[in-house]
């Protein structure tokens, strides 16, 4: 299988804008890792254009999945993590063929996590939480107990994550073996939720109390970028949204506002509309938060 393998990608490591080639081989039978083929390849292209186009190959009785990516692409990816299992390729995966160290030298980013990602990182993981505990919160409140302890994991998760990302490592290579070397207490958190004989209500009850303190503990850390970048200036929520579009929360924006306001971090400033029943909301960063 091997030589017709490499007749595959052969094809494009000709090819000048062809930059990396990694192989990715199925780990079990079930192999979620590899959509369920016996293989993945993984072709780069250097292009500005967010190219990704994929074919199915079957050689024998093996499968193989042929992924062909523009660099741009794969960038927008890793940036606002939206294909993990990518990641986890390029991290995991045998390197084929590496032009001018491209792959080397994005396998050495992954491992390091920039340090000028990592804010954008925090306040996009922190929205996510924020957006689960009220989702779980609100579950609770309406006796939906199994559903809340679903929501309540996902955001211990994520707060796992939050830890992962300030010590300088990607969250989508994250597991919870991993969180517990970095944040005891979130693990620690974890394995009363899903190892206490409480009954369940209970269980959710105090955790929500835990992760309602922690994350006001972490809102200032968290909060960090989004706080930088409104500055001294009050935005309408459109113009917020649109600049953190590039950033990937602003889907989550709106509920990550709230929860600030919450928490005096932001401030609500009323400018009246031509309507004298009507006031504009516009938002501005609290004197306090920002002197500090």
Known sequence: MFGELRSLYQA???????????????????????????????VVKEADEKIWSVKHYQIEDATVALHLVSSKRLEEWIKFST???????????KVLFDRNEFLNELKQELDRFPEELRSVKLTQEYAKAIRMFKEAVQLYDTDEELDCFNKVLRTLHSIGRLSVVKEGFYPELTGWQQIK????????????????????????????????????????????????IMGDDAWKVDDL????????????????MAYLIEKKMIKVEEVQ????????????VNEQVRDK
């Not at 949204?241 to 990550?256: G, N, P």
């Open 12 to 42: 494009y490591t000709g090819d000048d804008d062809t930059v990396g080639v990694i192989q990715v081989d199925k780990t079990s039978r079930q192999s979620p890792n590899t959509d369920g083929f016996d293989t993945i390849l993984l």
């Open 83 to 93: 294909y993990r299992r990518m990641i986890q390729w390029i991290s995991k995966g």
């Open 181 to 228: 070397r970095l944040d005891s207490g979130t693990y620690k958190l974890y394995e009363e939720l899903v190892l206490s004989h409480e009954p369940i209500k209970q269980r959710v009850e105090l955790m929500l109390l835990a992760i309602d303190f922690t994350l006001s503990n972490k809102v200032t850390e968290a909060s960090e970028h989004l706080i930088s």
């Open 241 to 256: 949204k649109e600049t953190v579009r590039d950033f990937d929360y602003h889907l989550d924006l709106a509920i990550l």
């Open 273 to 284: 509309s031509k309507n004298p029943h009507v006031k504009h909301r516009y938002y501005r």
